[in-house]
C-alpha cells in the first residue's frame, strides 16, 4: 500500500482493484507462452504454474532482470512496490515481454498496522483482497511445516529421546503468520509427564522463519528436501548438531510443501503477468521472493522486475550477497527508489511538517539516497534513481531534486505510477531499457565479500560497505557462537543480517545517513538448511506486535461478500 | 483409510488412488447442474461454490438425506468414511442423483497416527494426496482466524484494557491444525513490558475449536459475521462475559474466512460428487460437516449421504441435537457400520486374537451394535445397519451375524464396497431407497430433549438415551459454570458432550454394551457463537499427541513429485 498525501479526492487502493476489470488469468498466462493446461487454477484470478512445465524451460535463454529497491524507508512512505509494479506496467506498454517477482504478503502486517503489499493506486497487483489473504495457501503450508517439525521435536524428547537432544539447546521455533507479541517468549511442555518436557520455546511469524528462508531459495523438490534435511534444529548433550535427517521427517515436512513450491501467477491492473511467491521479511530475513519463482520469469519474460524489501542496506544486500550467489542470477539494471517526503524526514523534518515544502530538509535527506547510490555502486552495477511522485511535492523541490542529481552525475526519473499506472513509469523504463540494451554500459556484478572470508570479515564487509558504518562489535554470545559455527565448518554461508529497516545503522532513531557508527552483533543463528547464519543487530523482534488500533479494526465484509478496509 | 485385514495382495488406498483417472471438476459438477461460472477452481480436480450460486438455490425442494453413523469404533477399523463413499457410488449406479457431504481431514492425524479421513480401496474422495494436506486451506483459515482473535485479544490487554478484561478468565485459546501435546500447556507473555501479559494458555487442535464449530454451523457470510461477533472470549474483572463485538473485530475475522466459507467440491472414484466442508471432531467437538455443504447438496441432488464422525454416541448424537435443530433439516434414513473385527473386540477378543474365528465374541460384542439401533430408534429415524465386510471375516461369522439381526428384527446389509466400490453397496442402497420411498414407513424424528430443558436435564437426557447410562455426576467446577451458564441465560443451547470414542461410558476401557455407570463432567465451556455448552466428560484432550512412530516417517515425495505413505 502507498498513501499518496493529497488534497483531491482519490479512489482507495481497494476501491481501484474493485473496479478493475480482472482479465482470466488463463488469457494472462497466454502472453508469456502457458496454456491452460501449464496452470493449476485458483479461482478465475490465480493460479499455480505446475513444476512439470518449469522443468520444461531450463535450456531457454535468460531474460534481463531488473531489481527495484529503495532509500531506508520512513512512515512517509516510498512506495517501492508501486513504483515496481509501475515500472513493469510501463515496460509492457513498451511492448516488451514483461513480468513481475513479488513477494507474497504476510497476514501479520495486513491485520496489524502496515496494510497489505499489493502496490498501489493505479500500479496494483490484483486480485489483491485474495493476495493479501491467505493467497494461494503458501504462507499456511510454510507455517504447517514448520510447526510439524517442532512437534516431532518435542515429540522425539518425550518419547525417549533417542537422539539424546539438549532441550536447553534447541533452535528450531515455532511460527505462526500473525502478530502475537504475547508468543514471543512462552514455556511449554507444562501439566505433568503425558503434556511434554517444559522448555522454553519462541514464536516467531513465518516470514522470519528458516522454513521460508529455505523455501524462497530452493530450486526444486530435490533442493527443497535437501535443504529441510540439512536443517539443524537443536544440539544434543554432546554438542553436536541435531538435524531434520536424524529426525526423519524430511520427506514428510517436504510433502507439506508440495504445492506451495509452485509459484503463483497473477496480473496488474494493466494485464502484466505477475509471479508472487514465498515472503520473507527484509529485516529479520532474507527479504526477496523465490527463487524458483524469479528464475522461471526470466525463463518465460524478456524483461524480470523484481523487488527486495525495505532499503538496499536490506533487502537489495541480501538479494546480491545471497540469493545471486546461491542461483547464479544477477541483475541487469537496478532502480532505487525515493521520495521527497521520505528524503526530507531523512533530512531533519518531522512527519507532522512534511506537507510543507523544505528545500533545506530536503537537500539534508538526500545523503541517505546518496548512500545507497554508492551501494548499487559497489555492487557493480548499472542503476537509476526513481522519484517517485507525491501530488504534494512543489516544483520546487522536484527542481531540487533533480538538481541534486545532476550535481552528482546520478540518472534519474520522475515516476507517477501511483496516479498514472504504467503511463506514469514510461521514462523510467525507457531508461532501463537503454541501460540494460546499451553493451557500452558496464556491469561487473559481484558481492562484497568471497565464501571463503571469516564470518566476521562477512560482517564487516556489508557494514562498512553498505552500511556507512565503521566496526562491528560482537556481544560474548555471539562471539561464543561464531567459534561454534567455525567449529561446525558453517563458515562459508554467506551472512544474513537482521537490522532495523529506519536507519543505516542498528539505530533507528538515527536518519539520514550516519557515519562512524558501529553495529553491534547480539547473536548468530545459523540456518544450515536456508544455507546462511543469520545475525541480529541490536533487539530486532522476529515476532511483531499489534499497534493499539489494528488495522483488523477497520475490515469488514458485508451480506454480498463486499470487503472494505483492506489496503 | 481403513485397513482390511487379508492375505492376498490388494493395492494401497494411495496406489489406487493415483492410478485412478479423475474427471475434470467442472465435468462433475455439470452433473448437478452447477457451470463452469459456479465454480472456483483449485487445480482441475477441486472447487468452491460460489456463494452467488448458492443464493439462487433456496427455493429448490430438498432431497433426501442419509447419515452414516457406526458402532463404537475400535483399533480394528469399521470403515464409516469407506461405506458413505461407496454407498453413494451405490446410490449413483442406481441412476439416482446422488451427492456425498463430508468433513475435511486435519493434518493432525494425518501426520499423526490416524491416516487421512478419504475413504479406502475402491470407495474413496480424491484426489486424496490434496484433500489430505492443506485441500482448499479451509483449516488453516480458520486456524488463522482462531489465532488472530487470541492475539487481538492479549493485545487489548497489553494496550491498557479497556474492557477490564480477566487475564485469569480468558477462555478462547490458541489452536492449531496439528498433533503436539507440548502445546497443550503453556505460559505466554514472557520477557517483560514489551512482551505481553504473562498468562496460562493453551493450544487446541483446529478441529476441536469454537471457530471451526462456528464455521460448520453457519448457514451465509451474515450468520457467519453474528456467531463470531458472539464469541464470548473471557470475563471482565466484574464477571461479565467479553464478547468479540466488544473488541470490535468481527469484521476483520469473518473477512479471514471469506473464502473457507465456500463448499468444496471433489469426486468419488466412480465420478459421484461430493462436498467435503468443514471439519470438526465428533470426540471433543461436533463431528459433522458444515451446514451450508449439507443444505447446499441438498438443494442440488436428490440424494445426500453424509457422515457423522465416530460412534452414534457422539457424531450421530450431536447431528441430530444440534447440526438437525440449529439447521431446520432431518435425515430420511441413518446406516449404522459395524464390522465383525470391531465387534468381535466389543465381544472381548484381543487384537492379536481378531485373524480368528470367533462366533463368541462375536454374540457378545453384537451388544454394542444393539445399543446405537436403540439409539437411532430413539430419535424416531429408520435405519439400516450396513456390515462392512473385511476379506477375513467367516462364513459362519456372517450367518451368525444375519441370524442375530434377524432375531432382533434388524434390517442389514452385507457392503463390500472397499473391494468392489460402488457395486459392493447396491443392496445396502436398494433398502434405504426402499424405505425412503415407501410412505408407510414411518420417520419420526426428534430430538432427545428441549431447549427449554436445563443444562443438567440435557445432559441427563443424552448419557440415559443415548450412551445408556444412569447417572451424571457433575464436578464442583462444572456446577458452578452451570449456575453461570444459568445467570448468564445460556441455557437454552443444546450440550455438546466431549467424551471418549472407544466407549458408550466415559471409560474407554469399557467395551461392548457396559450398563448402570455413571457419566462424569469435569468442566463446561459455553460456546456462545456456535450455540452450545461444551460438557467434558472425563479427562478430554482437546489437543491430541504424536505417538512414537508418527506416520510421517513414512511420507516421502520423490524428485517428480510422486508421493508415498500417505493412507
Redesign the interface.
Given at each position: 500500500m502507498t498513501l499518496q498525501n493529497d488534497s483531491k479526492h482519490y479512489l482507495s487502493d481497494i476501491e481501484i482493484a474493485q473496479q478493475a476489470k480482472l482479465q482470466p488469468i488463463v488469457k494472462i498466462a497466454e502472453k508469456i507462452g502457458l496454456s491452460a493446461n501449464d496452470l493449476?487454477?485458483?479461482?478465475?484470478y490465480k493460479a499455480?504454474i505446475s513444476?512439470e512445465m518449469i522443468d520444461t524451460l531450463h535450456k531457454r535463454p535468460n531474460g534481463k532482470l531488473i531489481l527495484v529497491t529503495s532509500i531506508n524507508p520512513t512512515p512517509a512512505g516510498e512506495g517501492k512496490s508501486t513504483v515496481t509494479v509501475g515500472l513493469g506496467d510501463a515496460l509492457n506498454r513498451l511492448g516488451k515481454n514483461v513480468m513481475l517477482a513479488l513477494r507474497e504478503p504476510s497476514?501479520g502486517p495486513t491485520?496489524g498496522i502496515k496494510g497489505g503489499a499489493c502496490g498501489g493506486g493505479y500500479a496494483q497487483v490484483v486480485p489483491m483482497?485474495?493476495i493479501n489473504?491467505?493467497f494461494?495457501?503458501d504462507l499456511?503450508?510454510i507455517?504447517?511445516a514448520n510447526?510439524?517439525l517442532?512437534?516431532?521435536i518435542?515429540?522425539h524428547i518425550?518419547?525417549?529421546n533417542l537422539l539424546q537432544i539438549d532441550s536447553r539447546k534447541i533452535i528450531w521455533k515455532r511460527a505462526?503468520?500473525?502478530?502475537?507479541?504475547?508468543?514471543?517468549?512462552?514455556?511449554?511442555?507444562?501439566?505433568g509427564k503425558?503434556?511434554?518436557?517444559p522448555r522454553e520455546?519462541h514464536f516467531d511469524i513465518t516470514a522470519a522463519s528458516e522454513m521460508m528462508a529455505i523455501f524462497c531459495l530452493a530450486e526444486?523438490?530435490?533442493d527443497l528436501?535437501e535443504r529441510i534435511a540439512n536443517i539443524v534444529v537443536a544440539y544434543n548433550m554432546e554438542n553436536k548438531p541435531v538435524t531434520v535427517k536424524d529426525l526423519?521427517?524430511e520427506?514428510?515436512l517436504?510433502?507439506?510443501l508440495?504445492?506451495a513450491i509452485k509459484p503463483n501467477i497473477v496480473q496488474t491492473l494493466e494485464y502484466t503477468p505477475a509471479l508472487i511467491h514465498g515472503g520473507p521479511f527484509a529485516n529479520i530475513a532474507h527479504g526477496c521472493n523465490s527463487l524458483l519463482a524469479t528464475k522461471t520469469a526470466l525463463k518465460l519474460a524478456d524483461y524480470v522486475v523484481t523487488e527486495a524489501g525495505f532499503g538496499a542496506d536490506l533487502g537489495a544486500e541480501k538479494f546480491l550477497d545471497i540469493k545471486c550467489q546461491k542461483g547464479d542470477i544477477s541483475p541487469n539494471a537496478v532502480v532505487i527508489v525515493a521520495t521527497i517526503r521520505a528524503l526530507k524526514l531523512h533530512g531533519g523534518v518531522s512527519l507532522n511538517e512534511l506537507n510543507f515544502e523544505s528545500i533545506e530538509g530536503l537537500k539534508a535527506g538526500y545523503a541517505n539516497l546518496v548512500k545507497h547510490v554508492e551501494t548499487i555502486k559497489a555492487f557493480g552495477l548499472p542503476y537509476v534513481v526513481a522519484l517517485n511522485r507525491f501530488s504534494g511535492d512543489t516544483g520546487q523541490e522536484i527542481e531540487t531534486f533533480a538538481a541534486l542529481c545532476q550535481e552528482q552525475n546520478i540518472p534519474f526519473s520522475l515516476t507517477e505510477v501511483w496516479e498514472k499506472g504504467g503511463a506514469g513509469g514510461i521514462e523510467l523504463a525507457e531508461k532501463l531499457v537503454s541501460i540494460i540494451e546499451n553493451p557500452q554500459i558496464e556491469n561487473n556484478f559481484h558481492p562484497l565479500y568471497a565464501s571463503e572470508q571469516s564470518i566476521e570479515e562477512k560482517l564487516l564487509a556489508v557494514v562498512q560497505k553498505v552500511y556507512g558504518g565503521k566496526n562491528v562489535e560482537l556481544s560474548a554470545l555471539a562471539r561464543k557462537q561464531i567459534a561454534d559455527i567455525e567449529k561446525n565448518e558453517w563458515s562459508h554461508f554467506p551472512v544474513c543480517i537482521a537490522k532495523t529497516q529506519y536507519s543505516l545503522s542498528d539505530d533507528p532513531k538515527k536518519l539520514g545517513r550516519p557515519e562512524n557508527f558501529t553495529i553491534t552483533i547480539r547473536e548468530l543463528k545459523p540456518s544450515v538448511g536456508a544455507g546462511f547464519i543469520v545475525a541480529y543487530a541490536g533487539e530486532m523482534l522476529t515476532m511483531p506486535?499489534?499497534p493499539?488500533k489494528?488495522a483488523?479494526?477497520n475490515?469488514?465484509?458485508?451480506?454480498s461478500?463486499k470487503?472494505?478496509?483492506?489496503f
Open positions: 493449476e487454477l485458483y479461482g478465475k499455480k513444476l497476514l491485520m483482497e485474495d489473504l491467505h494461494t495457501g499456511h503450508a507455517t504447517t510447526n510439524a517442532a512437534s516431532f518435542d515429540n518425550q518419547q525417549g505462526l503468520d500473525i502478530n502475537d507479541r504475547a508468543l514471543r517468549n512462552i514455556v511449554i511442555g507444562l501439566g503425558s503434556n511434554g518436557i520455546e526444486n523438490l530435490t528436501k526423519g521427517v520427506g514428510a517436504t510433502l507439506l508440495k504445492d506486535g499489534l493499539k489494528p483488523a479494526l475490515m469488514d465484509i458485508d451480506d461478500g470487503i472494505k478496509g483492506l
